[in-house]
């Protein structure tokens, strides 16, 4: 009889510590979920691709209690990189583990052409690429794929102290939902940055517009004045453009303002902020550029615009410019609001401009 009851009384906390285990097992997987879900509400609630950088290599890293995360991402064009950029979003200082790739070829080595969520041990041999910042603790990892229409847009990585979190035979539920759900949040943030970038960007040259150059125009003052560094404006025109509309056609005429826009570009700093004002004339922002350097830029410029072929069907086109320079240090009285100075080294540029327009054209000018 005793042996009976000792069998029933076995039974009953194997039972009991069975239901125990099913509780915790199902308490964890609630606290995971609620977890999972509010990473999902941060990423749906972003309104741009910046803010979403920040949700997934801060919020995601706090939230689960990683040790490291990174995101990688597929920017063949430097696009992604160059919207980042015009919102002044400093991401190789604030966030060095996120990377972009020019191809695909690593990213698709990674999964092995398979896009599901990748769970292991870390290996540094393979994985050490994956984090700027050192890696030594990080014992497992979880490989996220970022799709989009079955074409790879990148990975969210995951790495964890702990050898058995991120183990081959852990379940992949969540972490396949929330590959999904950032893929989507990626997608639709930089489209949304793309369209506000579009109403702020010249169609024809692919340069910002006269409405972004005004916005930023009063921003950078007010940095430069912060800083007490100097601030530099260039006006640019394109000499006898009306000549090549009314030769060649009109055709032509947009031929010469892309291939200018593109040579004044590439002669700038990423810093730099350059826009189409109105017609043939460009407009050049030098941030933490003195008199000086700001004559040495503006000759470079006009020396490549001179030096450039532009083929126009049978034609060679000879394009020069003239360019007018004037800075800030003149302007920035401390009585002066920021659109104030911004008008009065607007208004100075464009008159250095016709000083030598006056002088000849393709020549720079400085006003005095």
Not at 9 to 26: C, V
Not at 93 to 110: A, I, M, S, V
Not at 141 to 147: D, K, M, N, Q, S
Not at 299 to 317: A, C, G, N
Request: hydrophobic letters at 40%; proline letters at 2%; glycine letters at 4%.
């Amino acid at each position: 009889m005793k042996r009976k009851k000792s069998k029933a009384q076995q039974k009953h906390r194997n039972l009991n510590n069975y239901y125990n285990r099913l509780m915790q097992h199902a308490w964890q997987n609630e606290n995971i979920l609620s977890r999972f879900q509010q990473i999902e509400l941060c990423l749906m609630r972003c309104e741009s691709f910046a803010e979403l950088i920040k949700v997934l290599l801060n919020e995601c890293k706090t939230q689960f209690e990683l040790e490291q995360v990174a995101l990688i991402l597929l920017d063949p064009h430097h696009e992604i990189q160059q919207q980042l950029h015009n919102y002044k979003f400093n991401y190789q200082n604030n966030f060095p583990n996120l990377f972009f790739h020019t191809n695909n070829q690593k990213l698709l080595q990674l999964f092995q052409n398979d896009l599901s969520p990748q769970l292991g041990p870390y290996n540094a041999a393979l994985h050490a690429d994956l984090f700027k910042q050192p890696a030594s603790t990080v014992y497992s990892i979880a490989l996220l794929p970022l799709t989009h229409d079955d074409q790879i847009l990148g990975t969210f990585i995951l790495g964890d102290s702990t050898p058995e979190r991120f183990s081959e035979q852990s379940a992949t539920d969540f972490l396949q939902h929330l590959s999904a759900v950032i893929s989507i949040s990626i997608n639709m943030t930089i489209s949304r940055d793309r369209l506000k970038h579009n109403s702020l960007n010249d169609a024809l040259t692919g340069i910002n517009n006269r409405r972004f150059f005004d916005q930023r125009l009063s921003e950078e003052i007010s940095r430069c004045k912060r800083l007490q560094i100097p601030i530099s404006c260039l006006f640019i025109d394109v000499d006898n453009f009306k000549h090549f509309n009314d030769t060649y056609g009109h055709a032509s005429g947009d031929l010469v303002l892309k291939q200018v826009a593109g040579i004044i570009r590439n002669e700038l700093r990423l810093s730099d902020i350059v826009g189409r004002y109105g017609g043939e004339e460009f407009a050049i922002l030098l941030p933490d550029t003195d008199h000086r350097t700001a004559v040495e830029i503006a000759e470079r410029i006009r020396v490549s615009i001179q030096k450039h072929r532009y083929k126009f069907d049978k034609h060679m086109l000879q394009v020069t410019v003239s360019i007018g320079i004037a800075d800030s240090q003149k302007f920035a009285d401390e009585n002066r609001t920021l659109n104030e100075i911004g008008n009065i080294l607007i208004a100075a540029a464009d008159k250095a401009l016709y000083k030598a327009k006056n002088a000849g054209r393709n020549c720079i000018a400085i006003n005095e």
